[in-house]
């Protein structure tokens, strides 16, 4: 995944040193400070959290994170971004057991950034699904290895009528 994450950056930061820009833009996150640019935007502890992303990343030349605040998240508006939400739910499923599943929704906050985006994600969009499948392996993985040893009453599910 960071062999994935620093491919993608490479394009925007060859294209920034042949125009002699700084890679460095205030308020901003780089191409290769991508793990911060997600974060919390909304949680329900244990049952389901959502983290959120702002950012230029919908031509092979962008890449640049935006920092913000989480109550700004679905407000913000300026021209030329990306937002992406993707949330990560758990919800019961039979005894001792629980499903897992993630939902990516994204917005742009402009029509030309739309239409960017849309071209895109017909290349990148297989691969991101190939990201969020390893995610889902990994939490997969890492809740077999934790698991908790809980009373058989506390197992039990409601039935749902």
């Avoid at 930061?13 to 700084?22: D, F």
């Avoid at 994170?65 to 758990?90: H, I, M, Q, S, Y």
């Avoid at 017909?122 to 939490?139: H, K, S, T, Y």
Wanted: charged share 25%; hydrophobic share 40%.
């Amino acid at each position: 995944m960071r062999v994935m994450g620093t491919l993608r950056g490479l394009p925007a930061r060859i294209a920034a040193l042949r125009r002699k820009e700084s890679l460095e833009v205030p308020g901003t996150l780089s191409a290769d400070e991508y793990r911060e640019a997600f974060i919390v935007i909304d949680e329900k502890l244990g049952v389901e959290f959502v983290v959120g992303m702002i950012g230029k990343f919908m031509t092979a030349t962008q890449m640049e994170f935006r920092r913000f605040d989480p109550k700004e998240f679905t407000t913000f508006d300026a021209p030329g971004f990306g937002k992406v939400a993707l949330n990560f739910l758990v919800q019961p499923y039979g005894t001792g057991r629980s499903l897992l599943t993630t939902e990516t929704r994204t917005a742009t906050t402009d029509p030309v950034s739309r239409t960017r985006f849309r071209r895109y994600w017909r290349f990148i969009g297989p691969f991101a699904g190939v990201i969020m499948r390893r995610w889902l392996e990994l939490a997969k993985q890492r809740a077999e290895r934790e698991t908790v040893a809980l009373p058989a009453a506390e197992l039990e599910q409601p039935q749902v009528p």
